[in-house]
């Protein structure tokens, strides 16, 4: 699609969280300029998008880009959000007004206006721009957030429109791509931590809990800490259910193999 531009990443750490698509059009500002090509009317989209907390500061991306238009392809993309609404589904958005908006404020064609002349032209760009601004600014609005229709489906038609398909694909799967990493990573990182943390293993080696702190070495008889563990004769300190069953087995602790009854 025309007009593909490489979608730069939100920042989440010093944002709330918007969804997905809802988030590519929220730093998005419209304005439409009418234009021709060989006697064809067109509109020119041009696409600004604002510096905000939402976006990382890569140079690589654009802030601006525009692309002409024909009048088919805003009529496409009003039959495709109107279906994507998915008329009569029950939500607490605003989606029927949406679906109103949408069916009755669109240009029409009329079968003695000349589709080139420039009141018409003039007519079709200040209502497409209206129908454009008003769709953003709808679903920028947080309490129509409770439709997933409308942050979902409505959002990502909107969003390919303003940004290209190809651009919003990408974004996409960029953005999945890093959340498996991330959440790949943190298993990982929870394992180890799992497997090193508790000096208690079972038959097989794995581990089967965590120990909590290290206890004071020294002599004395079996203690309990404040956080249902319990200290060994040799100061090596394990949670209750991890080391039952291993002094049942063996009495003694598998760390370093003392003797816990003498």
């Not at 998008?49 to 024909?70: D, M, Y």
């Not at 007519?123 to 309490?143: N, P, V």
């Not at 960029?174 to 990493?181: P, V």
Request: net charge positive.
């Amino acid at each position: 699609m025309a007009g593909s531009r490489r979608v730069r990443k939100r920042s989440t750490s010093a944002c709330p969280m918007l969804p997905t698509y809802v988030g590519l059009l929220e730093p998005l500002q419209l304005t439409l300029q009418s234009a021709r090509d060989n006697h064809r009317p067109l509109f020119v989209l041009h696409v600004q998008r604002r510096v905000n907390c939402r976006q990382s500061p890569t140079s690589s991306s654009a802030t601006s880009w525009s692309f002409p238009r024909p009048f088919a392809d805003f009529e496409a993309l009003h039959k495709r959000l109107t279906l994507a609404l998915q008329h009569g589904h029950f939500c607490n958005a605003g989606c029927p007004w949406l679906f109103s908006f949408l069916t009755s404020e669109f240009p029409k064609k009329h079968i003695f206006q000349r589709n080139s002349s420039p009141r018409t032209v003039e007519g079709r760009r200040a209502k497409l721009l209206e129908l454009l601004t008003s769709t953003l600014e709808f679903l920028l609005d947080r309490k129509n957030h409770a439709c997933s229709v409308a942050t979902t489906n409505v959002a990502k038609l909107l969003a390919q429109f303003l940004y290209g398909e190809d651009a919003v694909s990408q974004y996409i799967f960029e953005s999945y791509s890093e959340t498996e990493t991330t959440s790949t990573n943190n298993t990982s990182q929870s394992k180890s931590i799992g497997a090193l943390a508790c000096d208690v293993k079972s038959d097989s080696g794995k581990g089967l809990g965590f120990n909590v702190s290290p206890g004071n070495a020294g002599g004395g008889s079996r203690r309990r800490s404040s956080v249902y563990a319990t200290v060994l004769r040799c100061g090596h300190q394990f949670h209750d259910e991890c080391i039952v069953p291993v002094l049942n087995k063996t009495l003694r602790c598998p760390t370093c193999h003392r003797l816990e009854i003498e």
